[in-house]
């Protein structure tokens, strides 16, 4: 079985910054794209950021030039730098991770259990 363990949500002041991290856990060959997703209350889930094992990312648009996603392979985690934060991007944020559990196989998708982010005005 593969766990996404997600940390450093919180309650943070427009503007402010947050870091939230991602780690992937359990016996698996290999990780491709990571990414993290948020959903607001009454709101579907939405995709935020994703970054393949090689490092190319994809950001919805609200939040190019103040989220910065990374990874750092050998750990399997993946993390989402949050900067000048609004309070549009209150949610709970999701990790998800596709992964392959031996070399070949196809690809399967896990989620963490989330992480709150509450922004204020």
């Known amino acids: 079985q593969v766990q996404l363990v997600e940390s450093g949500g919180g309650l943070v002041q427009a503007g402010g910054s947050l870091r939230l991290s991602c780690a992937a856990s359990?016996?698996?060959?290999?990780?491709?794209?990571m990414g993290w997703f948020r959903q607001a209350p009454g709101k579907q889930r939405e995709l935020v950021a994703t970054?393949?094992?090689?490092?190319?990312?994809n950001y919805r648009g609200s939040v190019k030039g103040r989220f910065t996603i990374s990874r750092d392979n050998p750990k399997n985690t993946v993390y989402l730098q949050m900067n000048s934060l609004k309070p549009e991007d209150t949610g709970d944020y999701f990790c998800?991770?596709?992964?392959?559990?031996?070399?070949?196989?196809?690809?399967?998708?896990?989620w963490g259990q989330g992480t709150q982010v509450t922004v204020s005005s």
């Open positions: 998800n991770a596709y992964v392959q559990f031996y070399s070949g196989s196809y690809y399967s998708s896990y």
């Open positions: 359990g016996s698996f060959f290999s990780i491709s794209t």
């Open positions: 970054i393949t094992s090689t490092g190319s990312t």
